[in-house]
């Protein structure tokens, strides 16, 4: 769960009990109705806090894979990009696809 998020939660669920054992002392204006929808958004934003973690477990492991297949790309261009500049001059590289001029 995100800090903010879980910070958030726990003092909205404190905000709520509290207004909640207080409402009729209260004067400002604050009526049951709002508490009962504050306590609703409330809810709403902890299911969606459960599923974007539901969600960053699956996609954590795709995302390390895939970097490791992005590095393993970057080496063979590199590699590849540094054969064919030494090996041909600079006005055969746009032929294979480089397209630096020095």
Do not use: C, F
Not at 57 to 76: I, Q, S
Not at 78 to 89: E, H
Not at 90 to 101: L, S, T
């Amino acid at each position: 769960m995100s800090k903010t998020v879980e910070l958030q939660i726990e003092k909205s669920r404190y905000l709520v009990e509290g207004l909640r054992k207080h409402l009729n002392g209260m004067g400002g204006g604050i009526t049951s109705d709002e508490i009962n929808s504050m306590e609703q958004s409330l809810k709403e934003l902890d299911s969606a806090n459960a599923e974007v973690d539901r969600l960053r477990e699956e996609l954590t492991p795709k995302v390390k894979r895939m970097n490791e297949v992005l590095a393993r790309v970057k080496a063979a261009y590199a590699d590849k990009k540094k054969t064919l500049k030494g090996y041909y001059p600079q006005e055969r590289w746009a032929d294979y696809g480089i397209p630096d001029k020095r």
